[in-house]
C-alpha cells in the first residue's frame, strides 16, 4: 500500500480549517494528520502526534502564536518538514518574513483547488513552490546558471532584497541611486525569470544564492 503524503493544517478560522482539510483529503495521495487553530494549539498537539507532517499549511496572521512564530519553531523543532503559508494578505514585507522565518512558498487563500494541489505536489518533490516562476524559460535557465552571472553590485542587492527594507532604504544601504536599484531589480527579474520580488527572494533562497 501505498504511503500518503502527511499533510497539517494551521489556521485560527475553524470554518475554512474544515473545507481546506476536506480538500486536501480529496487530492490523490495527500492526507490530513492534523489541524490546529493557532500555533501553540499546534505544539500541544505535535507533543501526542504518531504521524509528523511532512508538509505544513500555516495561516500567517493567528492570535496566541502567529504563523511566522510558528515557522519559526517548525524550522528549529521539525528541520525536515516543508513549510507553505497560506493567506489573505499579500503585502511584500509580510511574505519576505514568511520566507525567511523558514516557508518555501507563499500562497494566497483565492487559489483554486488545482493550484493547491500542484502546490503541494511541486513541495514535496521540489522542496519548493513558486507561483511567480515563468515556465517558458526553463530549459534556458538550466543550461544557463543564473549564479555565474551575477555581478557582485546584484549579489549584493539581491541580498538586500530579502529583508524587509523597502527599494529607497536598499539604495541608500549600498550608495546608489534608486534608478539603479531600479536597474538592478529589473536585470535580476530576467535573469531568475521572475516577476516580482517575492519570486526573485524564493528563487534566491531555492538556488542557494541568499542564506537565510
Request: with cysteine.
Amino acid at each position: 500500500m501505498t504511503m500518503k503524503i502527511a499533510v497539517g493544517l494551521v489556521d485560527d478560522h475553524h470554518l475554512f480549517r474544515k473545507a481546506l482539510s476536506m480538500m486536501v483529503q480529496s487530492f490523490v495521495g495527500f492526507e490530513v494528520v492534523v489541524d490546529a487553530e493557532n500555533g501553540k494549539d499546534l505544539q500541544e498537539k505535535l507533543n501526542g502526534q504518531t504521524v509528523i507532517p511532512q508538509i505544513m499549511l500555516l495561516d500567517v496572521e493567528m492570535p496566541v502564536l502567529n504563523g511566522r512564530d510558528t515557522a519559526r519553531w517548525l524550522r528549529q523543532q521539525y528541520p525536515a518538514m516543508k513549510l507553505v503559508a497560506l493567506s489573505m494578505n499579500d503585502q511584500e514585507t509580510i511574505v519576505l518574513e514568511m520566507i525567511r522565518a523558514g516557508c518555501c512558498s507563499y500562497l494566497l487563500k483565492d487559489i483554486t483547488p488545482e493550484v493547491l494541489e500542484q502546490a503541494l505536489t511541486e513541495v514535496y518533490h521540489k522542496n519548493y513552490y513558486n507561483s511567480d516562476l515563468k515556465q517558458n524559460n526553463l530549459a534556458t535557465l538550466m543550461l544557463n546558471p543564473v549564479a555565474a552571472t551575477l555581478t557582485d553590485k546584484e549579489r549584493e542587492f539581491l541580498q538586500w532584497a530579502c529583508s524587509d527594507l523597502t527599494y529607497r532604504q536598499i539604495a541608500g544601504r549600498m550608495k546608489v541611486s534608486e534608478r539603479t536599484v531600479d536597474g538592478y531589480r529589473e536585470s535580476l527579474f530576467e535573469k531568475f525569470n521572475v516577476g516580482s520580488r517575492t519570486g526573485l527572494a524564493l528563487e534566491a533562497v531555492r538556488r542557494g544564492i541568499v542564506k537565510l
